[in-house]
C-alpha cells in the first residue's frame, strides 16, 4: 500500500502501489461523514435533509475492502476525519489522518507507515470534487462507480420509502430511504443506492446501503458490493467483484 512512505489508492479502493497517487483525489472519503441537520417530523414521515459541516469536527472510521481474484486482496485501515474547511456554499474539505492499517495482497501483508494527511473536498451533496484526469491514462471502471458511493443526499426533502435519482458524468445514482432500523443501540435511518455505469463500453454497478444515525444524520455504516466492473489498464489480477465496509467507530 505504499511506495517509497506515500500510501496510494484509487477511489474508494486503497490497492497499493498499483494506482496512482493523483487517484488520492479520488477516495470518497470515506471516509467522508455527513452530519446531516433540518430533519422534520411529519404525519407523513418527511425529511428534510440539509448537510452542516463544522470545522474541527472529527470521526473515525473503520474500511475493509475484500476483492477476490487471482491476486487476492484485502485491505483494512482505521482513519479519522477532520471537518478542516467549509465554504460560503457548505463546500467542505476532509483532512484524512491514518491512524492504522494494512493491506494483503497475494498473502503478502504490508502495515501502513505514519504518513502526511490527506486532504479531500466535497460539495454539499458529497459529491467528489476531482481534478481533471490527465490526457493518456487508464480509465479503471471501477474507480468511476467508487467515486459516486457518497452522493446519496438528497436535493429536496423526502419521504419514507422515496426514491430520488440523478447522473453524474459516466454514472446514474438512484437512491431510496427504506425507513427507521436499529444497528445495535443506535437508532439509523436506512438507505438502498443502486450506481450504474451508463456507457454500454463500460460495464459495472455497485447495490450499497447506508445507515446515518437518526440523532444528527451521520455516517453509521456503509455497505458495497461491485460487480462486473472490468478493468481497461492490465493489472495483475482478474477481478470485477468486491465488497467494502466502512463502520464507524
Known amino acids: 500500500m505504499e511506495r517509497n512512505g506515500t500510501r496510494k489508492v ?23 461523514f455527513v452530519v446531516l441537520t433540518g430533519l422534520s417530523f411529519g ?8 448537510q452542516l459541516r463544522h470545522v474541527g469536527h472529527v470521526e473515525k472510521f473503520h474500511l475493509v475492502l475484500d476483492a477476490p481474484g487471482k491476486v487476492i486482496i ?30 494483503n495482497l497475494g498473502g503478502t501483508i504490508e502495515k501502513f507507515p505514519k504518513q502526511d494527511p490527506n ?17 493518456g491514462s487508464d480509465f479503471l471502471a471501477v474507480n468511476e462507480l467508487q467515486s459516486h458511493v457518497y452522493e446519496f443526499v438528497p436535493d429536496h426533502p423526502v419521504k419514507i420509502g422515496e426514491s430520488w435519482s440523478h447522473t453524474a458524468g459516466m454514472v446514474s445514482v438512484e437512491c431510496s430511504l427504506v425507513g427507521h432500523i436499529k444497528l445495535g443501540k443506535i437508532d439509523c435511518l436506512k438507505i438502498a443506492m443502486t450506481m450504474k455505469l451508463n456507457k454500454e463500453k463500460y460495464p459495472g454497478s ?17 455497505d458495497a ?6 478493468y481497461t489498464s492490465n493489472l495483475p489480477m482478474s477481478m470485477n467483484k468486491n465488497h467494502m465496509t466502512i463502520d464507524r467507530l
Open 206 to 222: 455497485t447495490k450499497e446501503t447506508v445507515w446515518l444515525r437518526a440523532k444528527d444524520f451521520s455516517l453509521q455504516k456503509l
Open 74 to 103: 484485502r485491505y483494512e485501515s482505521t482513519d479519522s476525519y477532520k471537518i478542516s474547511k467549509v465554504d460560503a456554499k457548505s463546500n467542505y474539505t476532509i483532512e484524512d489522518n491514518l491512524i492504522r492499517g494494512f493491506r
Open 119 to 135: 486532504n479531500m473536498t466535497y460539495s454539499s451533496l458529497g459529491e467528489a470534487v476531482r481534478p481533471p484526469v490527465p490526457a
Open 225 to 230: 458490493r461491485t460487480e462486473g466492473a472490468e
Open 10 to 32: 484509487i477511489g474508494i479502493f486503497p490497492l497499493g502501489s498499483l494506482f496512482l497517487e493523483k487517484d488520492m483525489k479520488r477516495l470518497i472519503g470515506p471516509l467522508v
Open 43 to 50: 404525519t407523513d414521515e418527511t425529511f428534510a435533509l440539509k
